[in-house]
């Protein structure tokens, strides 16, 4: 996973790893969510991937698409 940028410094995303078909999002309480093509949809997901890239609004936009949000294909608690 890579650091994620978090240019406010109020996110609660802190890494993310970025797929083929997937964007899996590490939050601050160190579980890590997978948002795929399959279970959100190529739109979402490219989305996804262009905000972590950009290192800002990737937990706004998770929080703001219900479809998103609950949408994940995988949950990992923390290590």
Known sequence: MQRYGNRSGKS???AYEIGEDF???RFNSGTTYWYSERSVGKTHVAALRRLAKRGE???TYI??????RD????KDPPD
């Open 23 to 25: 964007v899996a999002a």
């Open 71 to 74: 949408g994940y294909e995988r």
């Open 12 to 14: 609660g995303v802190v």
């Open 57 to 59: 609004g990737l937990g």
């Open 63 to 68: 929080s703001q698409h219900p479809e998103v």
